[in-house]
């Protein structure tokens, strides 16, 4: 079953670099008490992924912070290494947005997004999605209907529902 509006977030544990390497960060201690921004994507550096959902919002960090948004996170299946090198690359580390790995997918299937795409090599992956939450409660979804588009879920599209 999906995620839907109204819902409790999981608190499954996501994977961040820190000082001495990976660590774990469970959805729980980022959410809890605080308003929230999560997006989530099928893969770091693929193209809808790295051109548009990313840039979206590096954009808009300031207006979401300016509606008393706490913090905006992305989550991939891909490695915490792999999404602190996408952070740098993007420029998303520099806007100040949370990267983070659900590399063996527990978030994603929580969430009822997680998917395999062994055909492209993508295994523990979500479908594209933004969602807004506050104190862990699901406030507005909006998951992407195809995997190459990012409209619904962009920084902008998230930034007028909210």
Aim: glycine fraction near 12%; include cysteine; proline fraction near 6%.
């Amino acid at each position: 079953m999906t995620i839907a509006v109204g819902d409790d977030l999981p608190n499954t544990d996501l994977l961040k670099i820190g000082e001495n390497g990976p660590e774990a960060v469970s959805v729980d201690s980022l959410t809890k008490g605080r308003k929230v921004v999560i997006f989530g994507v099928p893969g770091a550096f693929t193209p809808t992924c790295h051109s548009a959902h990313v840039p979206s919002f590096n954009r808009t960090k300031a207006q979401f912070a300016a509606k008393g948004v706490d913090d905006i996170i992305c989550v991939s299946g891909n490695d915490p290494f792999v999404m602190k090198a996408w952070a740098e690359a993007t420029g998303a580390d520099a806007a100040g947005l949370l990267m983070l790995s659900d590399a063996a997918g527990e978030f994603g299937r929580a969430l009822g997004l997680g998917f395999d795409a062994a055909p492209a090599g993508l295994y523990n992956r979500m479908q594209r999605f933004a969602l807004y939450a506050e104190d862990g409660v699901v406030k507005v979804f909006h998951p992407e209907a195809g995997p190459g588009t990012c409209e619904l879920s962009g920084g902008e599209a998230m930034l007028a529902a909210i």
